[in-house]
């Protein structure tokens, strides 16, 4: 196999967009997924990224989809005057 990185341009001059499309998402997502400060937006189909601090209240207003969560567990609503664990 070959080992070696191909530019983007060079992907866009061959692929259909669609197949490119989804290859960065794949690739976006991947890297994402490798970073542990950046927690997806629990909503389904959702594609919002953000960063949590250390310390920080795990309340998520989704700027793309408007739902109300947790980063942590999940819930939806937020569970207010809660922890994840009082509210499981």
Do not use: F, I
Not at 4 to 26: D, G, I, K, N
Not at 38 to 51: H, I, M, Q, T
Not at 58 to 81: D, F, I, K, N, V
């Amino acid at each position: 196999g070959c080992a070696r990185a191909l530019a983007q341009a060079v992907l866009r001059s061959v692929l259909p967009a669609a197949t490119l499309e989804r290859l960065l998402e794949r690739s976006l997502e991947r890297a994402v997924g490798a970073c542990a400060d950046l927690w997806p937006c629990p909503s389904p189909d959702c594609k919002n990224r953000v960063a949590l601090e250390e310390g920080q209240t795990p309340r998520l207003a989704c700027t793309m989809c408007g739902r109300q969560s947790c980063l942590r567990c999940h819930a939806s609503p937020y569970h207010e005057g809660l922890s994840c664990e009082e509210h499981a």
